[in-house]
């Protein structure tokens, strides 16, 4: 796009549109506390203008990349005494949409690729279970320097999440890759430390 000399050409003009609701439901005292988030959001584009080149799903609303209609979050802390403590995070969301090649076909010698509605597909679903358990020192009022020890594993559960969904030809036809980033459980072990 930088170099085009004609960018008005290649960029069309859209009308968006989005709405939701997002509800919380928090406890902050006690030995069992955290937090649930639920988020229900749509955003949708329409492009419709005068000309059929100018029109993408026929005219009609589609959702725009950043359209993830579920978004779920909760986050569950557990104080066994002073001293230990764990928590445990679990993520979800509808997957991105995507526009997927749904047929393959020759024209006079040359291979097409045939595409369906825009972003009427969707990647897979987003899901993460993080875990995490502290184990505090001792709580000294006269201690220089207070000090803990963390042990947590990001993405329990090993799931490979998409990241992205994208396609090569490869000897005639069209193959299916996904991106996944992080996708086995990644554990961590931290020493804090902060001065009084």
Known sequence: ???????????????????????????????????????????????NGEFSSERINSGNFFPSSFDKPHNLVIISNYKFNRRINTSINLSYSTGKPITYPIAQYDFHGQPYVFYAERNQYRIPDYFRLDWGINFEGNHKVQKLAHGSWSFSIYNLTGRNNAYSVFYRSEKGQIKGYKLSVFANPIPTLTYNFHFR
């Open 1 to 47: 796009m930088l170099l085009n000399e004609v960018l008005e050409a290649d960029v069309l003009n859209a009308r968006g549109k989005s709405y939701g609701a997002e509800f919380l439901l928090k406890k902050n005292t006690g030995k069992f506390n955290g937090w649930l988030s639920y988020t229900y959001s749509r955003a949708l584009v329409k492009a």
